[in-house]
């Protein structure tokens, strides 16, 4: 088993309407982890192709993100099949 830390990190200047996620919750790839209002009116959905254990949440609701900053960290498990 290969564990890696990885970062999800927003893409667009706003406001965290949502964070539909806890720690220690267990996520799946694509599922909704964070809504965002830009600065534009839109709402953005957050969701990354990853599976893991969020480890940590960076934001909370009614914080400011800007591109690149980083809203929450998972750790991602792969299992790995060993070479033929």
């Not at 990354?48 to 498990?77: H, N, T, W, Y």
């Amino acid at each position: 088993m290969i564990v890696t830390r990885e970062y999800v990190m927003s893409s667009w200047n706003g406001v965290v309407e949502e964070v539909a996620i806890q720690v220690d919750e267990k996520i799946y790839e694509w599922e909704k982890l964070f809504t965002i209002r830009t600065d534009d009116g839109e709402q953005k959905t957050v969701a990354v192709g990853i599976c893991g254990k969020v480890e940590s949440i960076e934001v909370q609701k009614g914080d400011r993100v800007v591109p690149g900053m980083v809203l929450a960290f998972v750790v991602e498990e792969i299992y790995a099949r060993a070479a033929d």
